[in-house]
């Protein structure tokens, strides 16, 4: 094989299955508050704070999520792109069923519960308004295709007596060291030319789609990334001091599978894809200018 050929070959191949979502930042508008609520209700423990950011997760050797203080903020616009979710992944039913009896004992509401076939899902919002999933999956062999061959996504009834007879006798106060976030769920302008980005620049699967939405993802997942335009079609993002997620890091397998995304981001479609380089950490804009880093994972 010739070395152009090769560097093509290359520059096609998907991202790396290994891929997962290391943690997410989100600029909040009373870092109080939304401490007090990431704790108590969601489950997750602080391990580091100032008077302006704090990280949280389960290990504090592995922070999810950073919450940054906006200094002046403003409402965010529904209808604005952006942040549709952050889901959160259990470990099982019953560590699903737990956080629920968390929830519901903090009294926070709970806006809706879908089974998926996929995965069985309930979703709440934090006090800034942003959206959060918390969700458990079936065993991959459960998983449904369509006769084209996409996975078959279903938006079901939950059948929530079931899922909450699987948790604990006694109230369990955090997630488990295991959750992780297992997806990240945006509003677009444009589903066609997001999802364009994904596949063809980043080297994401396209595992469903359906009007309005898409869904892609690595290594055979349901999704790592959702897309909709269910409110945001045609629109722009909301200001910078308006509550709203800021930066995704996706954790790679190594050095050699985040060269391989460098080398697709210099031979995309086009044009060269503006990325900011650092050592073992490659960041990029989206098409509606949603941040993303890739990192190797030590």
Known sequence: MGTQAAHRDSALRPIDPALQIGSVRLAVADLPASIDFYERVLGLSTFERTSDRALLGCDQHRPLLEL????????ADPH???????????PSRA???A???????ARWPIHGASDHGV????????PDGLGIEIYADRPREQWRHTAGGELELVTLPLDLDNLLAQAPLEPVPSMPAAITVGHIHLKVSDVASAAAFYRDVLGFDEQAHMPSAAFLAAGGYHHHVGLNSWQSRGAGPSPDNAPGLRLVTFELGGADALAALDERLERAPGAPVPAKRAPGRVTVSGPDGQRLAFSARA
Request: hydrophobic share 50%; glycine share 2%; net charge negative.
């Open 119 to 126: 995965s069985e899902a309930l979703y709440l919002s934090d």
């Open 95 to 97: 560590a699903l069923a």
């Open 80 to 90: 604005s792109t952006g942040l549709y979710h952050v889901a959160w992944l259990h």
């Open 68 to 75: 940054q203080r906006l200094a002046d903020p403003v409402p």
């Open 99 to 105: 956080s629920v009896e968390r929830v519901v004992a």
